[in-house]
């Protein structure tokens, strides 16, 4: 059996040693010190020197409190070194904001990390530095451009709902002036509209773009919106919401609250035709781990079939667009105890009640 072969490591020297790691350090971007127990510099990274307009001389074995003139004399530095870094051994992100030494005012992301050697109890201490003053200047700026597009969201909002309010005043007005019935009973569905309209935005309005939207009391405060200016107290007609838990984002808790007030509608204008003791809709949703659903129910008159090809019209053409949006099916079930409009997202599975 020959005998093994002693490969010679390529750094046996001290020196040669110590230029690998001055080396290693020159190539790193960032600005790089080197750091013994007493908190001298050892060495630095060419990147250190130029960024902040240093030379070797004024670097090399002084204390990093009294580069430049003692500028890096930084309290957050010294908590950094002198506390948090000998208690973890490591610290990433660690920002320090202050007017630095021949680079002016920066902020400043630094990265320490202790170094331990088995043939001594030395330790040094490699200090990275990352430059993200611009980028918390493009941070800053983005804020302030979200600020300003949510204050003028909001005063579009202001602008809309009120807008909302006049045209509805218009049309009543014109409803109560006109002397054809037929006249007046177009003018009031458009005023309906509107105000349907109306009550959702209102309901949206204090909801910035994107945001949840917890269901259940959305649909609470819009449906008595709804039974305020649509029912008032001329009709005994109680309109009801069981909701559970649930959010949903505001785009799509604009369109799930059209649907409603578009079905609600659609259930004051046929499902009662006389005063009916009793008379009730009930707007219900329902959700599980796969997916919800949403339903209004009527116990009116139930609906007409509809004739061989007449065509939909525009409230059922607005409730399925509208789910359509929302990658939803629609289902009607009508008979003379009443109609039910149920729109189901994804695989409902419904409970053994709502099956019964």
Not at 64 to 85: C, F, S, T
Not at 306 to 334: E, F, I, R
């Amino acid at each position: 059996m020959n005998p093994p072969i002693d490969t010679p490591h390529p750094f046996t020297k001290v020196a040669d040693a110590h230029l690998l790691a001055q080396a290693i350090v020159d190539t790193v971007r960032e600005p790089l010190l080197v750091l013994d127990q007493e908190l001298r510099v050892v060495a630095a990274s060419r990147s250190f020197y130029v960024i902040f307009q240093m030379q070797q001389q004024e670097v090399e074995g002084r204390a990093i409190y009294m580069l430049g003139n003692a500028k890096w004399d930084i309290p957050e530095l010294r908590v950094l070194l002198e506390q948090i870094l000998p208690e973890q051994s490591v610290m990433e992100g660690y920002q320090v904001e202050h007017d630095f030494a021949g680079t002016g005012h920066r902020i400043m992301l630094l990265n320490a990390r202790s170094v331990y050697f088995e043939s001594s109890a030395e330790r040094l201490i490699l200090l990275a530095m990352e430059d993200v003053t611009e980028w918390r200047a493009a941070e800053r700026l983005a804020q302030d451009m979200l600020q300003q597009s949510k204050m003028l969201l909001q005063e579009m909002q202001h602008r809309v709902a009120n807008s909302l309010q006049i045209i509805a005043s218009i049309l009543m007005l014109k409803a109560r002036r006109v002397q054809s019935e037929e006249t007046r009973l177009h003018l009031r569905d458009a005023h309906q509209r509107v105000m349907s309209v109306a009550a959702v935005q209102e309901q949206l309005q204090a909801s910035a773009h994107g945001d949840s939207i917890e269901l259940a009391p959305y649909l609470n405060r819009l449906c008595e919106t709804l039974a305020g200016s649509m029912i008032g107290d001329a009709r005994p007609i109680a309109l009801l919401v069981r909701a559970q838990a649930g959010t949903a984002l505001s785009h799509e808790a604009v369109s799930i609250g059209l649907i409603v007030t578009e079905l609600v509608i659609n259930a004051l204008k046929h499902a009662f035709p006389d005063d009916t003791p009793g008379a009730e809709i009930i707007v219900s949703y329902d959700t599980n781990d796969t997916g919800w659903r949403l339903s209004v129910t009527d116990n009116g008159c139930g609906k007409a079939p509809a004739a061989d090809g007449a065509k939909a019209g525009l409230g059922t053409s607005l409730v399925d667009a509208l789910s359509n949006q929302l990658d939803a099916s629609v289902g009607v079930s009508s008979s003379p105890k009443g109609t039910r409009v149920t729109i189901t997202h994804s695989i409902f599975t419904p409970q053994l009640s709502d099956a019964a």
